[in-house]
C-alpha cells in the first residue's frame, strides 16, 4: 500500500511525465560545475569559463598590463563573473626561497601574486585557496600593456574647476609613478589616485560609457570606483547624476588633450558638467576632417552667435574673447626669472619691470597673504615725485621683503611653470654655458617618454647650478637676503595699470662648492693671436 499511497500524492497532469534528463542545463567542461544553458558563464567563481559572448558586448582583453614607471608590476584584469566592464588590479612579484643543503645554498624563485579582488583577497589570506585564483592566472599570461595618455597643462589650467582640484590633479600628474590616465579597453581607464585602504596601489579603473546612435544625456554614462552605486539601483550612473570627482576631469583633460580623443569623447567634453564645453571643444573644432563639414554647413547658415563663444571656422577670430589669465600671466614672470638665473652672468639682474592691470596684482598680493589671517602689509611704503621721466607726477610705491625661499615658491609656482629654485649648466668648449635639462617624465609628451624609460641618470662630470639667494645663504651671513616686490599704482591711471618690479639675486654652485663668478666671455677688442710657422729648410 505504501507505494500505491507515494504514487497518488503526484497531480493527475504530471502523471505522464518521463524520465527525468539534464535539459536545460550543462556542465561546464573546466571544473564540471553544472549551469543553465543560458549562462554566459561558469557561475563557479574560481573558475569564470565564458561560454559565449553576449549579442551587444564584444569581448573585453582579459588582462593588461599598467604602466607604474618602476618595478612594480600591476596588472588591470577582467572580472569574468561580473561581465567585461568589471575589472581589478592585480600585483605580481617575485619571491625567493633559500634552502641550505650539503652541496651549498639553494636559491628558488617563485612568482607570486596578489589579487586585490575582496573575495580573492580574503580567500588568500584565510588559506582557502590553495592555487591561485584566475586573475593572477590571466596576469601571468598577460601580453597586453596600457595606452598612456598625454596631459598638457594648458588644458588643465583652462578647465573650470576648482584650484584645489587642478593642484591635486598636476601633482598626481608629475608623480613618478606612471602616467596620469592610461587606456585598457574602449571604454575603460586607470586613473592615478592617492592610495588608501580601498586603492591601496594608488590606482583606480574609470568607465566611460556612449552610444553612438544617440546624443541624449541618457546615453551617456560615467564611472568611477570611488564612487558606490547605492543610489543607482539599474546599474552604472549618468555622467550629470554621478558627481564629478577629480578622476572625471583628470580623464576629460588627457582626452581634451589629444585630438582623435576629443573626436571620440566628444559627447562628454561637450556635456555642462565637464566645464570644457566653451573653452576646449571650439578649439578642436576644425582640425579635423569630420568637423570640416560642419564648420561649412555652419557658415551657410546665419545664426546670432553667443556671448561668450569664439568663433575658429574661416579662421575668424573675436578679438574680445582673446584673454590672458592671471595663472598665465605669472608663468611669464617665472619664465623670465627662469631665464635671468644665467650661470653666464653675475648674479645682480637688473630689476624685472611688468606693467599689468590692478587686478592682477590684487591675485599676486594675495598669494604674498597667503598663510597670515590678514592682508600682509608691505615692508615699506615711500611717496615720489617724477619730475624728470615720464609719466611726470606723485606716486607710491609699495615693497615687500620676501626672505622665505619656500614663500617665493609658493607666491610663483603655476600647475605650468612650477618656479625652479636652481638651475643646472653645463659648460661648452668656447667657455660659454647652456642650460642642462636631466632626462625626466614630462606630463606633456608622458606617451613618448614611456617608450624608452631611463633607467640610469646621465653621468655630469662637472656639476654647475645657480640658485636663488633668499634668506641666509652662507654660514656668515648676518642679513638675510630678500626678494624683492614692488609695486606702483595708477601709471596709467586711466587703464588701471601699476607698474611691477622684481629684485632679486642669484648664486652659483660649482660641484656642490659656492663658486665665485668668473666671466667666461672674452673682451670684445681682443683679436686671436696664431703662432708663428716654423720654417725647416732641409740640406
Not at 556542465?27 to 561560454?51: D, E, H, Q, V
Not at 566645464?275 to 576632417?289: A, M, N, R
Not at 551657410?300 to 574661416?314: A, I
Request: net charge positive; with cysteine; charged share 20%.
Amino acid at each position: 500500500m505504501e507505494p500505491n499511497s507515494q504514487r497518488t500524492k503526484v497531480p493527475a497532469f504530471l502523471s505522464d511525465l518521463g524520465k527525468a534528463t539534464l535539459r536545460g542545463i550543462r556542465k561546464c567542461p573546466r571544473c564540471g560545475t553544472y549551469n543553465g544553458t543560458r549562462g554566459l558563464s561558469c557561475k563557479n567563481k574560481t573558475c569564470g569559463t565564458i561560454f559565449r559572448y553576449g549579442a551587444r558586448k564584444q569581448p573585453s582583453i582579459e588582462a593588461v598590463k599598467i604602466i607604474t614607471g618602476s618595478d612594480l608590476q600591476v596588472y588591470s584584469v577582467r572580472q569574468r563573473d561580473r561581465g567585461p566592464d568589471y575589472r581589478c588590479f592585480v600585483e605580481l612579484g617575485v619571491s625567493e626561497t633559500t634552502i641550505q643543503t650539503v652541496d651549498g645554498t639553494i636559491i628558488t624563485q617563485l612568482s607570486s601574486g596578489r589579487c586585490y579582488v575582496p573575495s580573492c583577497l580574503k580567500a588568500a589570506t584565510q588559506g582557502i585557496v590553495e592555487n591561485q585564483c584566475q586573475h593572477i592566472k590571466l596576469a601571468v599570461n598577460c601580453q597586453a600593456e596600457a595606452t598612456p595618455l598625454t596631459l598638457k597643462s594648458s588644458v588643465l589650467n583652462a578647465i573650470q574647476a576648482s584650484p584645489e582640484t587642478k593642484q591635486s590633479i598636476w601633482q598626481l600628474a608629475t608623480e613618478p609613478t606612471g602616467p596620469l590616465v592610461q587606456r585598457v579597453t574602449k571604454n575603460i581607464m586607470v586613473v592615478k589616485c592617492k592610495a588608501s585602504p580601498k586603492h591601496s596601489l594608488g590606482y583606480l579603473h574609470t568607465s566611460f560609457m556612449q552610444k553612438i546612435s544617440s546624443r541624449s544625456l541618457s546615453e551617456r554614462r560615467f564611472f568611477c570606483s570611488c564612487q558606490t552605486l547605492k543610489s543607482h539601483k539599474a546599474g552604472v550612473p549618468k555622467a550629470e547624476a554621478a558627481p564629478r570627482c577629480i578622476h572625471f576631469f583628470a580623464c576629460l583633460c588627457a582626452f581634451a588633450s589629444d585630438e582623435t580623443l576629443a573626436q571620440e569623447f566628444s559627447d562628454f567634453l561637450n556635456s555642462d558638467a565637464s566645464g570644457l564645453k566653451d573653452i576646449i571643444v571650439p578649439q578642436l573644432g576644425c582640425h579635423s576632417e569630420s568637423s570640416v563639414s560642419a564648420c561649412e554647413s555652419a557658415a551657410s547658415k546665419p545664426r546670432k552667435r553667443k556671448k561668450d563663444e569664439v568663433s575658429v571656422c574661416g579662421q575668424l577670430l573675436d578679438e574680445a574673447q582673446v584673454t590672458l589669465s592671471f595663472q598665465d600671466w605669472l608663468a611669464s614672470v617665472t619664465e623670465r626669472i627662469h631665464q635671468t638665473m644665467h650661470y653666464q652672468f653675475d648674479g645682480k639682474p637688473e630689476p624685472l619691470v611688468f606693467h599689468i592691470p590692478q587686478s592682477f596684482f590684487d591675485a599676486l598680493q594675495q598669494r604674498i597673504s597667503v598663510g597670515s589671517a590678514k592682508k600682509r602689509l608691505p615692508n615699506s611704503t615711500t611717496a615720489f615725485v617724477r619730475k624728470d621721466a615720464l609719466p611726470l607726477g606723485t606716486f607710491s610705491k609699495y615693497t615687500w621683503h620676501i626672505t622665505n625661499i619656500l614663500q617665493v615658491k609658493q607666491i610663483l609656482d603655476t600647475p605650468e611653470m612650477p618656479l625652479e629654485i636652481t638651475r643646472s649648466f653645463i659648460q661648452n668648449r668656447d667657455g660659454t654655458y647652456e642650460l642642462f635639462k636631466c632626462p625626466k617624465v614630462e606630463v606633456e609628451s608622458i606617451a613618448e617618454t614611456y617608450g624608452r624609460i631611463e633607467k640610469q641618470p646621465m653621468l655630469r662630470p662637472l656639476e654647475l647650478k645657480t640658485f636663488l639667494k633668499v634668506g641666509n645663504t652662507s654660514p656668515d651671513q648676518k642679513e638675510p637676503t630678500p626678494f624683492i616686490i614692488e609695486w606702483i599704482p595708477d601709471i596709467l591711471p586711466q587703464s588701471k595699470i601699476g607698474e611691477l618690479r622684481i629684485k632679486f639675486e642669484y648664486g652659483h654652485h660649482r660641484n656642490g662648492h659656492v663658486a665665485d663668478y668668473q666671466d667666461p666671455r672674452p673682451p670684445l677688442d681682443q683679436s686671436l693671436e696664431l703662432a708663428p710657422l716654423t720654417t725647416i729648410t732641409f740640406p
